[in-house]
């Protein structure tokens, strides 16, 4: 069983930048693909970065490609996401999710692929 809690959302203006933190507890962290993803009010869940269980590999989704940067502390069970240059279409609940093990990279944007989920936290950045 893995628990996930998210941590570092708040209220930013826009151009401004948000680190996002993802802690687990279980020992499969270390070993498991870790994603983040966004939902805002009244759309449909959005892939937005996801990492390989070595930290070597990382996804982004288009929208955020040189603005965001996934990482991760396999020391410390800890994912984090940097946004940088942040705009009001990024406002939404970001979710980390975790899968143990190694995910296809076809397979890495879809969030059924993943098997724990975090309660989120909101991201609001005005105009």
């Known amino acids: 069983q893995v628990q996930l809690v998210e941590s570092g959302g708040g209220l930013v203006q826009a151009g401004g930048s948000l680190r996002l933190s993802c802690a687990a507890s279980?020992?499969?962290?270390?070993?498991?693909?870790v994603g983040w993803f966004c939902q805002a009010p009244g759309k449909e869940r959005e892939f937005v970065a996801a990492?390989?269980?070595?930290?070597?590999?990382?996804y982004y989704a288009d929208s955020v490609k040189g603005r965001f940067t996934i990482s991760r502390d396999n020391a410390a069970n800890t994912v984090f996401l940097q946004m940088n240059s942040l705009k009001p279409e990024d406002t939404a609940i970001y979710y980390c999710a975790v899968r143990p093990g190694s995910i296809p990279g076809g397979l890495i944007a879809r969030g059924e692929t993943y098997d724990y989920w975090g309660q989120g936290t909101q991201v609001t950045v005005s105009p």
């Open positions: 279980g020992r499969t962290f270390p070993r498991a693909t």
């Open positions: 990492i390989s269980t070595s930290g070597v590999t990382a």
